[in-house]
């Protein structure tokens, strides 16, 4: 495998995994649980869902021929009037995933040297793509970080929990 397959193919296990954290997360949540803020200044699930949903369909439509930040977008209603039902949520989180996963399937080894503006800015493709992963890692992060505010002791952890890293290792090793 080259290494611009085996980039595309890690690239595409992270966004993944990302996204899986939040669908395990509103898992959990009922539909009012999407709108807690901790203060008035916060932000929601469901509106951190719809800026990186905003986020996903700029960055990512016509990803290697046009500029990342669209004309089309207007980035500050991602912050004000959250999708109205968990059901709005889930379908707008999946179509801005679709985007993500529908670009990183267009690139290929006569592509993977292309320059990817953002905001006008050059990027090589690997740079515009981490540049995407650790920004939608960062809002994931947030999305579990509520989720668990919310939850309280009725959370269900999404990786190893608390105390049980020792059971966990016996298991993957075998000792």
């Not at 207007?74 to 995933?97: Q, S, V």
């Not at 292309?114 to 690997?126: A, C, G, Q």
């Not at 890692?137 to 608390?162: C, E």
Request: with cysteine; hydrophobic share 35%.
């Amino acid at each position: 495998m080259s290494q611009a397959a085996n980039y595309i193919k890690s690239a595409f296990f992270e966004f993944k995994r990302y996204r899986m954290l939040g669908n395990k997360t509103f898992d959990q949540l009922s539909e009012k649980d999407f709108y807690w803020t901790h203060s008035d200044s916060d932000n929601s699930i469901a509106i951190i869902v719809k800026h990186m949903v905003g986020n996903m369909r700029s960055r990512w439509t016509n990803f290697l021929t046009e500029d990342g930040e669209k004309s089309w977008r207007d980035r500050e209603t991602e912050f004000t009037d959250p999708y109205t039902t968990k059901t709005e949520i889930l379908h707008a989180w999946e179509n801005g995933w679709q985007c993500v996963f529908d670009a990183l399937n267009a690139i290929n080894e006569d592509n993977f040297d292309s320059v990817i503006l953002i905001r006008n800015e050059k990027h090589t493709l690997i740079e515009a793509i981490n540049r995407q992963l650790a920004h939608y890692a960062s809002h994931v992060g947030q999305i579990v970080l509520l989720g668990k505010m919310i939850k309280g002791n009725d959370w269900v952890s999404l990786s190893i929990p608390k105390g049980e890293s020792e059971k966990f290792n016996k298991e993957k090793f075998g000792k």
